[in-house]
């Protein structure tokens, strides 16, 4: 009888992104089973973009239900285990309602010990490990206990456009010419990250502008209004303003069929890596921000940091540090120099 899986990562997009791993192993360890995601409803385009994950459960409806009636739809999602990789109580209680007959949760988190029947120890504030592996930790109880490699981790971040981007968007792209990259640039991070600055990405455009690439500005529509005269300034420098225009099951398509993002560790970056495409990550060299923790997962994903290590200015000012900020846009643009135009994922 095959097994079924209830991955619970109910935070925001580039954890889920980094949660995948954990799907993808399942498939290995278990070739039969049935891996369903637990997580808000802004994360379900992801679950449908992977192959790893069969069906997902939405949080968002599962809380507007009774308790009764929560408990009733988490039973019938027929799991026999859940992971609690992003540690919630009340869900950690409904699980154990609902009859899970494995819940695995970390070994710090008290309410794991009421209601979970397999613990691990597990801390990822100190840790060398990078989320993705830490993400697989959980696996331990199900006989997986040890860490994989990360270039082999990386192989199980995917994703595939479940949607077909519209043709307006795929003429827009396709007006590229030989040599030319189309670059999606993503200023914003939501307060997920350390930002790397407006001004840094508009001399970053011009200069990839200059170079003869097309330029695309990305953002949540509220960004979009944010960067309203950041993008009336810069407009001569892009190929076109997407903020606020694609909801995510097309922004993943749209990601398929550039060729790269450039970001710092946000939602977007994490997307485009996993779908294949050239990524450069802009980091902090703090814990835990730093990219030893949280660098993007993929074929062509690459990160620049500065080398401060232990910069003292970042912990006790955050919001003044330049470490950051001391990565120039002409490093930036040398690095992208490098990317090869890719054609559109399955084309």
Request: charged letters at 20%; glycine letters at 6%.
């Amino acid at each position: 009888m095959s097994r079924t899986f209830l991955i619970s990562r109910t935070d925001a997009i580039g954890d889920v992104v980094l949660t995948l791993p954990v799907a993808g192993r399942l498939k290995q360890l278990f070739p039969d089973c049935r891996v369903l995601l637990l997580g808000h409803n802004y994360t379900r385009a992801v679950a449908e973009a992977c192959p790893w994950i069969d069906d997902f459960v939405s949080l968002d409806e599962l809380q507007q239900l009774p308790p009764n009636q929560q408990v009733a739809v988490l039973r019938a999602a027929g799991a026999d285990t859940i992971l609690h990789v992003f540690p919630n109580k009340d869900l950690a209680r409904l699980a154990l309602l609902a009859g899970i007959k494995v819940r695995i949760g970390t070994r710090n988190r008290w309410f794991h010990w009421l209601t979970c029947n397999r613990l691990v120890r597990l801390s990822r504030r100190h840790s060398p490990l990078h989320e993705s592996q830490l993400n697989l930790a959980l696996l331990a109880p199900l006989g997986d206990a040890n860490p994989l490699p990360l270039p082999e981790v990386a192989t199980l971040v995917k994703l595939m456009p479940a949607v077909p981007l519209r043709p307006e968007l795929q003429e827009l792209l396709a007006r590229r010419q030989p040599g030319q990259l189309n670059v999606v640039l993503h200023p914003r991070s939501r307060g997920s990250a350390r930002e790397w600055g407006l001004p840094h990405f508009g001399q970053l455009a011009r200069l990839l502008q200059q170079a003869g690439h097309r330029v695309f500005i990305s953002g949540t529509a509220i960004e979009g209004e944010e960067l309203r005269e950041w993008l009336t300034e810069h407009q001569a420098y892009l190929a076109a303003d997407l903020t606020g225009q694609l909801a995510l099951p097309e922004f993943l398509a749209f990601l398929a069929a550039a060729d790269g993002l450039v970001a710092g560790s946000t939602g977007p970056l994490h997307l485009a890596a996993a779908l294949g495409r050239h990524v450069l990550g802009i980091y902090p060299p703090i814990r835990p921000m730093h990219p030893g923790r949280w660098a993007p997962l993929g074929p062509h994903a690459e990160y620049l940091v500065f080398d401060r290590p232990d910069c003292q200015d970042c912990r006790a000012q955050p919001a003044t540090c330049t470490c950051i900020k001391a990565l120039e846009p002409a490093l930036v643009l040398a690095r992208v120099q490098q990317w090869q135009p890719l054609p559109p994922l399955g084309s």
